[in-house]
């Protein structure tokens, strides 16, 4: 049983993918903006989408497409979302997808289409196609794939794992995109994953809901919940492992939680402005539902992160969000740790040095623990601070 | 039936009340921060709580003696909100009460206790007692007061109104203050209501929670619930008119929702940092509830506050957090309206010319109005831009 992380591991580590990225145009000039992920070998696969009641249209055809649960191909672009676009939105998405089933040889519904961008705008389909066209797969293209993703994104999310169990050893690896309307549920807007094992169907939907729900669903930056987001895993058997199923895939769970944990964590540093990452640990709630809700609203509390940005030791805010979230608690049990150091126990304020904690906090990696004393219930939330940054990124005349 | 303000009308204009403030030293030198707020009458009186599940001691205090209906007389002060605290704080608390109704001679049970500012620091009770001594009432402090109970406020909230019905004449008067951690329920730090009006005590309350529902509970600044909130009305009787009730409210009721209309939109356009209010009107929704659902999501999303912050008439953004509020909608009937002009229209954009949207909405205050077309479902909330001032304003190092 080993999980080893690979170097510049990416989503092209596990064997027999491919990917591509071109400069459709779409975005502006000089962007990557139109991307594919590959499998050459027949595909498992399984996905999860936003619970926005408004759904883009790659949104709506992604989720007809994975009914089928063999999905090998993934095109994605960035620059336009579209959302709010009707009839010709779907037209597009179909077309979309039709044209990478042309260009790959494969059937329409193992084609995903994900979109990210600005809302209500139509697809510009002659860029889209001129792009498909021109793009070209390779093995090693998993961070130029990346880089076409990314959108307010300071950096490219990748990692890939190496593990070897009694199944055999296989590489699990992954991109993401994050920065902005970033919050529960789904964290994401858009994450890839792939791996080479050979995973059963059933399993491998199961083990994406767990993985994501201790991690993309943990993860918060300003509260709004895209109409785009879409997270999949495609697995491709290439690594001629044992298959794994619910009686050996402990392992590859782990390696799935952590590969997920790796790409939402990065999401919520990277967030729009953000200058510090906040992890927020929860433990001794009623139940594990009341902890992660708890964790939530502390990670998603406008002032807590604003507080935090300053590097302002201000923890009843932090007691003030754990009040709102509705979770049952009993003040006179509470403790509240910044950066290990208690600030409250027993529901009353300690003794503290200010200045100190206010020094312990102007880092880039920020923990806030509470302890509610009542229960077994643990969660870990991550979000990040809230900067003068954000508004400026957001209030840009853009769209 | 005549419903007229009154000019520069304030909690005072009733008949009978009197107010005054004090610098007691518990916020900073030269600040008023305790005031008081009397019924030189006796009073049938009714409040609301914040629903935070930690509740700082005068809350606690307030919400049990409220029980009896006939408060006449509330002391508040600012810069410390004595919340957790623990029993030190309830004693704290307790003991404020106490040296109001030994001031006033009234019984302990008639005074509610309110606090705003840091949490997590004791009471300097020295100080509160000083401040309370000091004290001198008078009928036209109203101003007074008002202007002691700010925090981040940036101007003071007060309004008047001068009622005619078939009940005879009277006035409502109210003071608020409001800046950071607003958002539904309860949207308001505090608000203190009087009224000359004689009213049943039963109807009193039902009016007060009514009035509250279409008004602080569809407000919001930052998502942050306090745990201080609380909004409380006294009415004395002093106008010598027929007992409102039930039977004959209509008026008294539509007096109230506007007095606190007023006072909650001036709360929303007074956040911390804001430029300009938003105002969000959903129409056609399934019901009420969801109506409001939808269009406290829509007022509490940064990312539409952003873009109104910059000018930026992105209207998806305003799509996605109706899609995000769960309400039922259908996105083919979808209407969206910003200032009036119409920007979407059977869920799909229509053409417009951006750069006069933009200069439309620089103005401080913008209108948002979604169109479901499914039901009858009507709502209004009020909200601010997010600017890069607010997070200045809760970044700094304060506590």
């Known amino acids: 049983m080993k999980i080893k992380e690979i170097k510049l591991g990416t989503v092209t580590s596990p064997h027999g993918f491919m990917a591509g990225a071109v400069e459709a145009g779409i975005k502006y000039e000089g962007r990557l903006d139109t991307g594919i992920l590959f499998s050459e070998k027949p595909c498992v696969s399984a996905a999860v989408f936003t619970n926005n009641r408004v759904k883009a249209a790659p949104i709506i055809l992604s989720m007809k497409h994975i009914q089928y649960g063999n999905a090998r191909a993934i095109v994605v672009n960035s620059g336009c979302a579209n959302a709010c676009t009707g009839d010709i939105g779907m037209r597009s998405a179909t077309e979309t997808a039709e044209l990478v089933s042309e260009k790959l040889g494969i059937p329409q519904e193992q084609v995903l289409v994900a979109s990210t961008g600005v809302i209500g705008t139509h697809m510009p389909m002659e860029k889209m196609k001129y792009g498909i066209q021109k793009l070209k797969l390779a093995a090693d293209s998993g961070h130029k794939l990346a880089a076409a993703i990314m959108t307010t994104d300071t950096r490219p999310k990748e990692i890939a794992l190496r593990v070897e169990d009694t199944t055999g050893k296989y590489t699990i690896g992954g991109i993401a995109k994050g920065a902005g309307m970033i919050h529960p549920d789904m964290a994401t807007l858009l994450c890839f994953l792939a791996t080479d094992a050979l995973v059963e169907k059933d399993f491998l939907r199961k083990a994406l809901k767990k993985a994501v729900d201790g991690s993309f669903n943990m993860?918060?930056?300003?509260?709004?919940?895209?109409?785009?987001?879409?997270?999949?895993?495609?697995?491709?058997?290439?690594?001629?492992?044992?298959?794994?199923?619910?009686?050996?895939?402990?392992?590859?769970?782990?390696?799935?939680?952590?590969?997920c944990q790796y790409l939402a964590g990065s999401i919520a540093a990277d967030g729009e402005g953000a200058t510090k990452i906040i992890q927020v640990d929860i433990e001794g709630a009623r139940s594990m539902i009341e902890a992660r809700k708890i964790a939530r609203n502390i990670a998603g509390s406008s002032l807590v992160k604003s507080a935090i940005h300053g590097n302002d030791p201000n923890w009843g805010r932090i007691v003030a969000a754990l009040g709102r979230s509705g979770a049952y608690m009993q003040e006179n049990k509470l403790e509240v740790y910044l950066q290990d150091v208690a600030v409250m126990k027993n529901g009353l304020p300690l003794t503290m040095d200010k200045n100190r904690l206010s020094r312990d906090i102007n880092t880039d990696k920020v923990f806030i623990k509470v302890c509610l004393n009542i229960g077994k219930g643990k969660a870990t939330a991550w979000g990040c601070d809230l900067s003068e940054e954000y508004v400026t990124i957001n209030s840009d005349y853009t769209s």
Chains 1, 2 share one sequence.
């Open 219 to 259: 993860i918060t930056v300003d509260g709004d919940t895209s109409t785009n987001d879409m997270l999949s895993i495609m697995s491709n058997g290439a690594a001629a492992n044992i298959e794994i199923n619910a009686g050996n895939g402990k392992t590859f769970q782990t390696a799935l939680n952590r590969v």
